[in-house]
């Protein structure tokens, strides 16, 4: 029945249909399923079709849209606000840089940390890397986490780790996710971790903050 009720979910998430994607995730937490396997086999399984089905030759932005609103309406369910710890683990800076509009993913990890503890600053998407590193300097972040849809970013995100060594933010790790990201090593993309998923992402945070988040 679940594998039922997660393709119903990645249909309606497909589909645009905010009301029935919540639906199909209700009856799968009724079910037994936890929010974490609904990300990864229902969320993260309709973006990356989305992903496929908008190439460059069928941009629909429309579509995209409307997916992404029955995406946060679904993670807004999972993880509700009054999940959200007091007390935080640690500062986590999150964005997708200058040249990638997408945020789907983006949110995704940002909602899967704050439902894990962590205090999310949220540098927005086409996020030019100054305004990263300044954030940053800022915030004094335990990771910055980039996501990222389109392959023409990855000279930018093999730029972030040095940038901010040239802030003495040496400390700060530095992780990459999304379609066109986690097709890399971290040596290639000069980062520290290359997340498969948001909560590949949450697991590494909390092994190096020593959090014990299941």
């Known amino acids: 029945m679940n594998d039922s009720r997660m393709s ?22 009724r079910g037994g399923a936890r929010p974490q396997h609904i990300v990864i086999q229902g969320v993260e ?13 069928h941009f629909n932005l429309l579509e995209i849209m409307l997916a992404g609103r029955a995406v946060m309406e679904v993670m ?6 009054g999940m959200v710890t007091a007390e935080s683990k640690a500062t986590v800076l999150v964005a ?21 503890g962590y205090h ?6 086409d996020c030019p890397l100054p305004k990263l590193v300044e954030a940053a300097e800022t915030s004094r972040p ?8 389109i392959t023409s970013i990855i000279p930018s995100v093999r730029q972030v780790k040095d940038a901010l060594l040239l802030r003495k933010l040496e400390r700060v790790k530095v992780i990459a996710g999304g379609a066109a990201l986690k097709q890399a090593s971290p ?26 988040h299941e």
Do not use: W
Not at 10 to 21: F, H, M, R, S, V
Not at 106 to 111: D, G, P, Q, S, V
Not at 142 to 149: C, D, K, P
């Open 8 to 29: 119903s979910l990645i249909a309606a998430i497909l589909d645009g249909d905010c009301a029935e994607a919540v639906s199909q995730a209700e009856h799968l937490v």
């Open 45 to 57: 399984a309709a973006m990356t079709a989305l992903d496929a089905k908008c190439t460059v030759q």
């Open 76 to 81: 807004k369910f999972l993880y509700p606000t």
């Open 96 to 116: 997708s840089l200058e040249g990638d509009v997408h945020d789907l993913g983006k949110n995704i990890l940002k909602i899967v940390l704050i439902g894990g």
């Open 120 to 125: 999310v600053v949220d540098c927005g998407k």
């Open 142 to 149: 335990l990771a910055v986490g980039i996501s990222g849809l």
């Open 187 to 212: 040596g290639e993309l000069n980062v520290d971790f290359v997340a498969e998923s948001a909560f590949d992402g949450l697991h590494y945070l909390d092994r190096i903050a020593g959090g014990t």
